[in-house]
């Protein structure tokens, strides 16, 4: 089958509703009830989203040099390497026993990125934020606000309910699954499976500019000793920091190779900007490399990196270039509300948020 020209960018292929500014503001204030209950429980305030990181990584990123035209843009126009930071979690906005199984995140901060910036974004990063399935949970923000103040109330509470709970829904996935039938809104409430985040693919789920085009991307496994990883299960029965104890011993012996991926638009009606329930289908939209992440083997758990990128940096899809805006109504109340979350951490933690840059050394 030969793959459809990709679609142009043009602004006109985001449909902005009416409302959606009051939509954010309704997410910022569920979210501050996260951010203010984990706070006042912790002594220290974390992330209203994948509160509990697992591994904090660092590596480079090798842009291939052959890239024909339609690929060759935004960030990957031109060969070269980055330095990288890579920031492995889980959803919940509180600090979960790894008990209670989410579904996995990677957030990615390449540094010293040139070209025109998205507004407000500080410094020359470019960051990326995935979660290990290829669609979210609803389609509009204001139908995940309903979905978020259900969970609000339920922040840093009832947490042997959520351990038996997360039992309980892990099983009716795994029978779902047997017969074909994904849920993501299931997975999120605990029923995911509870695999090595290593041998996970990770993806964008929601659609951004790509230069002249329109895209998603994915990190995937490529490296054998992460390949061997895929599906397997960790056992986090008494073991509350099971997952970031896993991947520090694999960590400690193995090097990480991923590949970046790009899934280019071909149709606007069947690859839908508005709507990441929708999975494009990857026959006719192939995700296709582009670069090439290496990350040596190190200590991920390292505590001078764990401060500087976990407590000191943050990573939202509006820090980078205007080469890949972020497009669709999911993407345009994350813009405000990450920014939300960050300057609350930073004004109770007492710790401005850092931009860092790999040649000034940081």
């Excluded at 660092?58 to 126009?77: C, S």
């Excluded at 693919?201 to 230069?211: A, E, K, L, W």
């Excluded at 073991?239 to 011993?249: F, G, K, N, Q």
């Excluded at 289908?281 to 500087?308: G, H, K, L, M, Y």
């Amino acid at each position: 089958m030969v793959a459809a020209k990709p679609v142009r960018y043009t602004a006109a292929v985001e449909d902005v509703q009416p409302g959606e500014a009051e939509t954010v503001q309704a997410l910022n204030d569920a979210f501050d009830t996260i951010l203010e209950t984990t706070a006042r429980d912790y002594g220290h305030a974390v992330r209203s989203v994948h509160a509990k990181a697992h591994a904090i990584l660092e590596g480079r990123m090798a842009i291939a040099g052959d890239l024909p035209p339609e690929l060759a843009q935004g960030l990957f126009a031109r060969p070269g390497e980055h330095k990288v930071y890579m920031r492995i979690s889980t959803n919940a906005g509180d600090i979960l026993p790894d008990a209670v199984s989410l579904p996995r995140g990677l957030a990615m901060k390449v540094l010293d990125v040139e070209g025109a910036r998205l507004p407000g974004a500080a410094g020359t990063t470019q960051d990326f934020i995935l979660v290990n399935g290829p669609v979210f949970q609803t389609r509009t923000a204001d139908q995940f606000h309903g979905n978020l103040k259900l969970l609000a109330k339920t922040t840093d509470r009832m947490e042997g309910t959520k351990k038996v709970m997360s039992s309980v829904l892990r099983g009716v996935n795994t029978a779902l699954t047997a017969v074909g039938v994904e849920s993501p809104k299931l997975q999120a409430l605990g029923g995911a499976p509870n695999v090595d985040p290593l041998g996970e693919t990770y993806y964008s789920v929601t659609p951004f500019r790509y230069g002249d085009h329109i895209a998603k991307f994915s990190i995937v496994p490529v490296a054998p000793a992460l390949l061997a990883r895929k599906d397997s299960i960790i056992d986090a029965s008494g073991r509350p920091d099971a997952i970031r104890e896993t991947v520090r011993s694999e960590m400690a012996g193995i090097g990480g190779v991923w590949e970046m991926r790009v899934q280019l638009c071909r149709d606007l009606e069947r690859q839908p900007v508005e709507d990441p329930t929708v999975a494009w289908d990857e026959d006719e939209a192939p995700f296709q490399t582009v670069a090439t992440i290496t990350v040596p083997p190190q200590d991920s758990w390292d505590a001078d990196r764990v401060r500087a990128v976990d407590e000191q940096m943050r990573f939202s899809i509006w820090t980078g270039l205007m080469a890949h805006q972020p497009l669709g109504n999911i993407n345009r109340a994350r813009r405000d509300t990450y920014r939300h979350s960050a300057q609350f951490r930073a004004r109770v933690n007492g710790c401005p948020m850092h931009e860092p840059g790999a040649r000034s050394g940081a």
